[in-house]
């Protein structure tokens, strides 16, 4: 018997390497059938993933791959732009190994983006690079709170990595804005540090909105029935 947490898991991992298209149906029986599930185990998936904000249910229409709107963008970016300048803030007194955190996670966000730019990988890296930022708050609830927007957080990044992709960026471009963040927590220069995590979020919410407007609609053919 496929678990609703299997049918998830799958299902996230599609989603995450952008082989449904944004808005796209995600039905039921569909599925049900490419998992060899019930309808009921799939429904469950399907609302554990809109917990994570990456699919939506809407009425009448049933589950779909989340499509961002001009407010979702501006209600995320706003939410982290809070969440990681309370952390910048923070670096000038934050616990050493906060600090040794966010430079790791600049390490590991390096080598996965040389690895593959356009990957699920990647994206899971630079998320954790600004969890590592906003930890420098020393605070559980910050961090927490963090977490209710990560899976949302990765699925935005990896439609900018493809549209960064597709415009011919290197990881060495794409990476400046964390080498500064990063660079600036290291000296513990808070003043610096809140200025570059604002400059990346405002930067990225714009191009964020970009691809928002530009959209295609949904794919005609849904990866949902395909084995």
């Given at each position: ?23 796209e149906s995600l039905r039921e029986v569909p599925l049900a059938e490419r998992f060899g599930a ?190």
């Open positions: 018997m496929v678990t609703p947490t299997a049918i998830a898991d799958h299902l996230r991992s599609d989603i995450l390497d952008l082989r449904f298209g944004q808005g019930s309808r009921r185990s799939v429904r469950e998936a399907l609302i554990e993933l809109s917990r994570e904000g990456v699919v939506t249910h809407e009425r009448n229409r049933g589950a779909r791959v989340r499509q961002f709107s001009l407010a979702d963008i501006d209600d995320l970016y706003a939410a982290r732009s809070v969440l990681e300048s309370e952390g910048a803030r923070r670096s000038v007194d934050a616990d050493e190994a906060a600090v040794d955190s966010v430079q790791t996670a600049l390490f590991e966000l390096r080598r996965a983006a040389a690895d593959g730019q356009d990957t699920t990988r990647h994206a899971r890296a630079d998320v954790a690079f600004h969890a590592a930022v906003v930890a420098l708050s020393g605070s559980a609830r910050i961090d927490d709170f963090f977490e209710r927007i990560r899976g949302e957080m990765t699925y935005a990044i990896r439609l900018l990595q493809r549209q960064e992709v597709v415009h011919g960026q290197n990881d060495s471009e794409v990476l400046g804005d964390h080498e500064r963040i990063a660079a600036a927590v290291l000296r513990r220069d808070p003043i610096a540090a809140e200025a570059a995590v604002r400059e990346h979020i405002r930067v990225n919410n714009q191009l964020l909105k970009v691809i928002a407007s530009s959209a295609d609609s949904p794919r005609a053919s849904s990866a949902a029935s395909s084995p």
